[in-house]
């Protein structure tokens, strides 16, 4: 399956930062902004030169060191900080201009509200009401100021105190405006954010989803061959032996006859316990005793009791910590865990003189482990995981179905524990697992 591309950054959060789109371009568009800026600032000097407005001619000279500063900055990856400078700087160029013109009333004032709206494309919200109130103090400067006669304008020009409110209100106007959509863009680009951020999680559960599905897969196509493989090899044995049965019942030889049936119910045996098995782990996972607080000694002493026979038989010695918790569980399921567990102990002692099985239990950070520990065959590191999965027989000559241990893993699992092994070849194998602890009752 082709893998799906992952997002490395929202493209909402890019769009958050950077409203217009690519860094560069942005970049790119202020620089030349500035550039014309400059040559705009150049020129007016100049002609302000020449036309002998030297005072016109020095603002228009001062304003020309913000912008070489702001193309320095934009130079180093910048946007926000340039493009404040820039906007300031025009702000000072037209009320320095208009001061030396017709103040308020000068055209230039027009370009307050422009300016506003410009940097509202770029710049944040809080940053563009920064402005409109930097231009009330300007046009304050430029009503005020001629009326209390720290400048002086054409005569024919009279400038009022209502002139400031007036321009005041147009400039509130404009940066509200301003305000407002860039608000409402980044809002929306929180949305999306949000909304791709949903869809990128929905994305990767659905690829967890799909893993997880190939792995059961996987262990279906590996359940369908063993099962096909260990039901027929009964059923080969009953049929050829019930082929030598009709034989030896023809020729009347009795102590064959009873080898005979005696090898087919041997082979029906196994296939049954196969089945039950079977049955048994198409289970796990179904309720079929409410999860109740047990005392876990109950739980052991009925595994124990159910191993008894294999372990009078293979004379193996069972030391049991003497204290246990109780635990919250379903009882039948975990007395099927723990006799498991034993009976694969047994079986893998080897050529153990002193087989020896302790059952103990440690609490460790708050954690409920109980641990099944034999002197056995042990096992090999790189098996430690394998020994869980389904039909995986480490050794074929050891009797059984390779059902067990996956079985105690999910029955472990459903009870929202872990199961693990320690072991190294010749060593003996310690089975570790976690259950649920029973709550505390008040």
């Known amino acids: 399956m082709a893998k799906i591309p992952r997002y490395i950054e929202p493209v909402s959060a890019s769009l958050r930062r950077h409203p217009q789109g690519d860094k560069m371009e942005i970049v790119s568009t202020i620089r030349w902004v500035a550039l014309v800026c400059l040559f705009v600032f150049l020129t007016l000097t100049f002609i302000f030169l ?12 001062v304003g020309i060191l913000p912008i070489l500063f702001s193309i320095i900055l934009l130079q180093k990856g910048a946007v926000s900080a340039p493009s404040t400078i820039l906007a300031v700087t025009f702000i000072l160029l037209i009320t320095g201009l208009a001061t030396f013109g017709q103040g308020i009333y000068d055209i230039g004032v027009l370009g307050y509200p422009v300016i506003l709206i410009v940097a509202g494309l770029v710049l944040r919200g809080q940053m563009i009401m920064y402005l409109a109130f930097f231009i009330i103090l300007c046009i304050g400067w430029l009503t005020f100021g001629n009326y209390f006669r720290l400048y002086d304008l054409d005569p024919i020009l009279q400038t009022y105190p209502q002139d400031f409110f007036i321009g005041s ?26 909304e791709i951020e949903i869809r990128n999680k929905t994305e990767l559960e659905r690829e967890a989803l799909i893993h997880q599905l190939k792995l059961k897969n996987q262990e279906l196509d590996r359940f369908a061959v063993r099962v096909s493989h260990d039901l027929k090899t009964p059923l080969i044995t009953v049929a050829g032996f019930l082929g030598y049965l009709e034989q030896d019942m023809k020729s ?15 082979a029906a045996k196994k296939m049954g316990k196969f089945v039950d098995e079977l049955l048994d782990l198409s289970r796990v996972g179904r309720i079929i005793n409410s999860p109740k607080d047990v005392a876990f000694e109950e739980i052991l002493y009925d595994a124990l009791n159910a191993s008894d026979g294999i372990l009078k038989a293979k004379q193996v010695q069972v030391e049991i910590d003497p204290i246990f918790p109780f635990v919250h569980v379903d009882r039948v399921r975990v007395v099927q865990v723990m006799q498991n567990l034993i009976t694969n102990a047994v079986k893998f002692m080897g050529d153990q003189t002193q087989p020896v ?12 482990i109980f641990s099944i520990q034999d002197n056995g065959m042990g096992i090999a590191p790189e098996n430690h995981e394998r020994i869980f999965e389904l039909f995986n027989r480490l050794n074929p000559e ?16 459903v009870h929202n524990g872990k199961i ?19 709550p505390i009752r008040g």
Do not use: C
């Not at 009347?252 to 041997?266: A, F, P, V, W, Y």
């Not at 072991?423 to 649920?436: D, E, R, V, Y």
């Open 50 to 61: 020449l036309a002998g407005f030297h005072r016109s001619a020095l603002v228009s000279a």
């Open 252 to 266: 009347g030889n009795r102590e064959r006859m009873e080898k005979d049936l005696t090898q087919i119910s041997e």
């Open 357 to 368: 099985i302790r059952i103990g239990f440690q609490e460790i950070d708050g954690e409920h």
């Open 398 to 413: 050891i009797d059984g179905t390779g059902i067990g241990l996956g079985l105690v893993r999910r029955i472990v699992e």
């Open 169 to 194: 209100i147009i400039i509130l106007i404009a940066g509200n405006a301003s305000y407002r959509l860039a608000r409402n863009v980044y809002q929306n680009l929180a949305k999306a954010e949000h």
């Open 420 to 438: 693990w092994v320690e072991s190294n070849p010749g060593n003996g194998a310690t089975f570790k697992f976690t259950l649920a602890r029973a």
